[in-house]
């Protein structure tokens, strides 16, 4: 079988024996993926798509690694793995619902919200909640683990995975919360019972969250807290939420803030959704009136809660579910091209659009070996907030452009969602302003890049 997606820059796959082979012909950039896709661990690769970079701090946890050389190739035991995730979520995408476009519609809509907590409860049952945590808490103890799961994941749209509860808090508990804080918290987000929020940005402390006002005030043995928070992600679905309060106003800053975990469900907690102009709300306004939280609900040390942010938000910046998913969309994007045409021919033979697509094969390549990085320093306890919010910044300002490309390859009918000529169901015209969203989420690009400067190369700090 020969499959030719017309683009210049492209791989044979060959597979089978001397009587029975068959042939794949895909953007080189996409090689890697139609591998782990597929499962298939015999293709011999015409040219070779595997290649080797002399880097001292290259991946080699999951990997092979010789004399410095980086071998993206996988065991057989997470080739098996692999499939099995993908299998999964290939089976969970045919219950998805029609109205799941971007990750927003599951905090707005009932129906997406439904199929969310059905996926979370069958991955649950599998144990993948907790893949990457350590084996003392039911995890396997290898991040690549959950680096493959995520891929599956992000190539089919499938949720499922609470973002703040199993992506963030969860290893950021492993590493830095009590064994109290372990046992009470961990088992619930493992089976997926409970959904969590993350409760950072103030009306006068977004990008920069160290000038926050909300104050928690410890009497005895509990912690009251007064204030606003403000574009909460889906606080009006969330059991629970953490954040961070001041709790020291005289000390300097970064030294006078505690991370803290709380029902939503306490008296005193007000949600407001705030409303798009199309009448959606995934965000909230989250009020706080002398909410008593218990101090034992404390991850890591009064006053240092700066530090508990900084290492939750290496697990939020990686990026590898938003990069499969717009692996998936190339995908979608190349075999639109090859089906449309535009004055008498395919667009798939347009110089520039295939030029287009070309460059944006190899972005996604860079943004994936990027994340594979941070998921390896991740497993190591390596991490630095350079190296996440490098992959941050990558990862999302791709977005943008891989949505520029999107929008103007699809034409004007790629900018209407519910039109029967909206070319691949509109999605774009709802993805176009999400990958906008994803350089403001997780820290402004402009504060990744000032972290860069002083954590990186050792630049002073902007006054």
């Known amino acids: 079988m020969l499959v030719h997606l017309g683009l210049p820059d492209a791989v044979a796959l060959r597979s089978g024996n001397s009587s029975q082979t068959s042939v794949v012909i895909i953007p080189r950039g996409l090689a890697f993926l139609y591998l782990r896709r597929e499962g298939l661990s015999h293709l011999s690769l015409k040219p070779a798509v595997r290649f080797s970079i002399k880097h001292s701090n290259c991946y080699n946890h999951a990997t092979k690694q010789k004399e410095g050389y980086m071998d993206f190739s996988l065991t057989d035991e997470q080739k098996s793995r692999s499939r099995e995730f993908y299998d999964?979520?290939?089976e969970l995408s045919k219950k998805r619902p029609p109205s799941l476009v971007g990750f927003e519609a599951i905090y707005e809509l009932d129906e997406c919200w439904e199929y969310n907590s059905y996926c979370a409860k069958e991955f649950a049952k599998k144990g993948w909640l907790a893949l990457g945590w350590s084996p003392k808490y039911g995890g396997s103890g290898d991040m690549m683990d959950r680096v493959l799961f995520a891929e599956a994941r992000g190539y089919y749209g499938t949720p499922g995975v609470d973002i703040f509860g199993v992506q963030m808090l969860a290893p950021t508990l492993l590493q830095a919360a009590s064994e109290e804080i372990k046992r009470d918290f961990l088992?619930?987000?493992a089976r997926g019972e409970v959904m969590w929020c993350e409760l950072w940005s103030e009306?006068?402390?977004g990008s920069d969250l160290a000038t926050l006002a909300a104050t928690a005030v410890k009497k005895g043995d509990e912690y009251v807290i007064n204030g606003q928070k403000t574009w909460t992600t889906g606080a009006h679905r969330a059991d629970w939420g953490f954040g961070v309060f001041k709790t020291d106003p005289t000390a300097r800053k970064h030294h006078n803030m505690t991370f803290l975990l709380f029902d939503m469900r306490t008296p005193g907690i007000t949600i407001r959704p705030i409303p798009y102009l199309?009448?959606?709300?995934?965000y909230c306004e989250v009020y706080f009136d002398d909410v008593r939280v218990p101090a034992k609900n404390i991850v890591g040390q009064e006053h240092e809660g700066w530090a508990v942010v900084n290492l939750l938000a290496g697990f939020e910046r990686s990026g590898i579910n938003e990069i499969m998913n717009m692996m998936r969309g190339l995908e979608q994007l190349v075999a639109f091209c090859n089906e449309t045409k535009r004055h008498g021919q395919p667009l798939a033979k347009d110089p520039l659009v295939r030029n287009r697509l070309a460059q944006l094969a190899c972005e996604l390549e860079a943004a994936r070996a990027l994340a594979?990085?941070?998921?390896?320093?991740?497993n190591r306890n390596e991490m630095s907030l350079m190296d996440a919010s490098a992959s941050k910044i990558f990862f999302s300002e791709l977005g943008e452009r891989f949505a520029f490309v999107a929008?103007?390859?699809?034409g004007p009918y790629g900018q209407v969602r519910t039109s029967r000529w909206a070319p691949l169901n509109g999605i774009w015209e709802k993805m176009f302003h999400e990958h906008f969203i994803t350089t403001i989420s997780m820290g402004t690009n402009e504060i990744q890049r000032n972290i860069i400067a002083w954590y990186g190369l050792g630049l002073p700090r902007m006054r």
């Open 372 to 378: 594979y990085r941070v998921a390896d320093l991740q």
């Open 278 to 282: 199309d009448g959606s709300a995934p």
């Open 187 to 189: 088992p619930p987000i």
């Open 203 to 205: 009306p006068n402390a």
């Open 407 to 410: 929008t103007d390859i699809l």
């Open 88 to 90: 999964a979520c290939k």
